[in-house]
């Protein structure tokens, strides 16, 4: 059989040649085109987004007494070790005076007059500190009635509670700082009357022994630290930010205390920025100004003792519903910030406008919407149009 006046063999082999060289050219054609770039991909979503200063900190017994030796003299050997409990009262040490002559006389009596101004000062102290809190919890009691009925914002009622607890720790602080003026008129009394006989040096407060710098039997000069006195169930947090983080915290922000070895982080509150910096040395050997920062725990410290270690986290900024992309998508161009939005398997980029910030994620005011699927961390390949095999 012909076709054309060619045989159906030869057409049949014309053809096969035909597709054959068809099918490779579409091969070639298909081994040069670009290949989809892959790139890790994540969509924009809204959420919580919680701004925080992190630093080191540790935790401190709240008030802490340092004991010494109101005379000079030879101190007996102390038996009292690191956490035997005390009371008010307990001889921590007992102190043999050297003789007096009459300078030394005459100091003691001076010190007397002190350590009564002292006493009369901490007193005033006191009674101011408990009108204070008493005035703080009848403004806490108007304001938790009237949140009742709605009739001021919770934050109202928030701060009214934080300055009715923080007057009650100031009036606890200032019995205590009472207590120990007491105590002092004592021991400078003591210290003018005794002739030879051993001065019983008492503990100032309730607590526990923090610490003992040196038990064994020794002379001591006047003002010689002999026991260190306080309560470690009343702890407080201590932090010291940059001088340049400390302008972003208030007093009553809210801290996250993390890294203390437990598995869940304990709420606590900011209570005191210090006023004044102080120079501290970094691991790298650079100066940087720090300033102190005190919080108090709203958790149980549970088992955290004095001077133990922490994590703080202290919350300068926080919302809910923010449209938020993770910082790995954001990059520079100039002064704007830039990202790529996965379309129909194309990158394109997009301008966007930044607001706060987290090491994680990135507050967007504008620019893209929620829903559209950015790529992270892209790669100098990634360019507006490439074709690119977006994965979660």
Do not use: C
């Given at each position: 059989m012909r076709i054309a006046g060619i045989p159906v063999s030869r057409w049949i082999k014309r053809v096969a040649v035909v597709a054959t060289l068809v099918a490779i050219v579409a091969v070639i054609a298909w081994s040069l085109m670009p290949r989809p770039i892959p790139v890790e991909a994540a969509a924009i979503h809204r959420g919580r987004l919680t701004v925080t200063i992190d630093e080191d900190g540790r935790a401190r017994v709240r008030d802490r007494y340092v004991v010494a030796s109101p005379v000079a003299g030879r101190v007996a050997r102390i038996a009292l070790r690191e956490g035997d409990a005390v009371?008010?009262?307990?001889?921590?040490?007992?102190?043999?005076?050297?003789?007096?002559?009459?300078?030394?006389?005459?100091?003691?009596?001076?010190?007397?007059?002190?350590?009564?101004?002292?006493?009369?000062?901490?007193?005033?102290?006191?009674?101011?500190?408990?009108?204070?809190?008493?005035?703080?919890?009848?403004?806490?009691?108007?304001?938790?009635?009237?949140?009742?009925?709605n009739l001021i914002a919770p934050e109202e009622r928030e701060r009214a509670e934080l300055e009715e607890t923080t007057r009650a720790r100031e009036l606890e602080s200032a019995d205590f700082r009472a207590q120990a003026a007491v105590h002092e008129v004592e021991l400078a009394r003591a210290a003018l009357s005794a002739d030879g006989q051993p001065i019983a040096i008492r503990s100032p407060v309730a607590g526990r022994v923090l610490r003992v710098p040196e038990p064994s039997e020794r002379v001591v000069l006047a003002g010689t630290p002999l026991v260190e006195v306080g309560d470690p169930s009343k702890l407080e947090i201590v932090a010291d930010l940059l001088s340049a983080e400390a302008v972003q915290v208030r007093p009553g922000a809210a801290?996250?205390?993390?890294?203390?070895?437990?598995?869940?982080?304990?709420?606590?509150?900011?209570?005191?920025?210090?006023?004044?910096?102080?120079?501290?040395?970094?691991?790298?050997?650079?100066?940087?100004?720090?300033?102190?920062?005190?919080?108090?725990?709203?958790?149980?410290?549970?088992?955290?003792?004095?001077?133990?270690?922490?994590?703080?986290?202290?919350v300068v900024w926080q919302r809910d519903s923010v449209l938020t992309v993770p910082t790995s998508a954001l990059f520079r161009r100039g002064d704007a910030w830039i990202v790529f939005v996965v379309e129909q398997g194309r990158a394109r980029q997009r301008d966007v406008v930044v607001g706060h910030r987290t090491p994680l994620d990135v507050e967007i005011t504008g620019g893209v919407r929620e829903g559209d699927v950015v790529i992270r961390y892209p790669s100098d390949r990634v360019a507006e149009g490439v074709r690119v095999d977006a994965r979660p």
């Amino acid at each position: 059989m012909r076709i054309a006046g060619i045989p159906v063999s030869r057409w049949i082999k014309r053809v096969a040649v035909v597709a054959t060289l068809v099918a490779i050219v579409a091969v070639i054609a298909w081994s040069l085109m670009p290949r989809p770039i892959p790139v890790e991909a994540a969509a924009i979503h809204r959420g919580r987004l919680t701004v925080t200063i992190d630093e080191d900190g540790r935790a401190r017994v709240r008030d802490r007494y340092v004991v010494a030796s109101p005379v000079a003299g030879r101190v007996a050997r102390i038996a009292l070790r690191e956490g035997d409990a005390v009371r008010p009262g307990s001889v921590l040490a007992r102190v043999f005076p050297a003789p007096l002559d009459p300078r030394t006389r005459d100091q003691a009596a001076a010190r007397i007059d002190a350590a009564d101004d002292a006493r009369r000062a901490a007193e005033a102290g006191v009674a101011q500190a408990r009108a204070a809190h008493e005035q703080a919890h009848r403004s806490w009691e108007r304001a938790r009635q009237l949140a009742t009925q709605n009739l001021i914002a919770p934050e109202e009622r928030e701060r009214a509670e934080l300055e009715e607890t923080t007057r009650a720790r100031e009036l606890e602080s200032a019995d205590f700082r009472a207590q120990a003026a007491v105590h002092e008129v004592e021991l400078a009394r003591a210290a003018l009357s005794a002739d030879g006989q051993p001065i019983a040096i008492r503990s100032p407060v309730a607590g526990r022994v923090l610490r003992v710098p040196e038990p064994s039997e020794r002379v001591v000069l006047a003002g010689t630290p002999l026991v260190e006195v306080g309560d470690p169930s009343k702890l407080e947090i201590v932090a010291d930010l940059l001088s340049a983080e400390a302008v972003q915290v208030r007093p009553g922000a809210a801290i996250l205390i993390e890294g203390w070895g437990g598995s869940e982080a304990l709420r606590g509150r900011l209570r005191v920025v210090e006023p004044s910096a102080f120079t501290k040395v970094s691991a790298l050997g650079v100066e940087e100004q720090r300033v102190n920062v005190v919080g108090d725990f709203v958790d149980p410290p549970g088992p955290l003792g004095d001077r133990y270690r922490v994590e703080i986290r202290i919350v300068v900024w926080q919302r809910d519903s923010v449209l938020t992309v993770p910082t790995s998508a954001l990059f520079r161009r100039g002064d704007a910030w830039i990202v790529f939005v996965v379309e129909q398997g194309r990158a394109r980029q997009r301008d966007v406008v930044v607001g706060h910030r987290t090491p994680l994620d990135v507050e967007i005011t504008g620019g893209v919407r929620e829903g559209d699927v950015v790529i992270r961390y892209p790669s100098d390949r990634v360019a507006e149009g490439v074709r690119v095999d977006a994965r979660p």
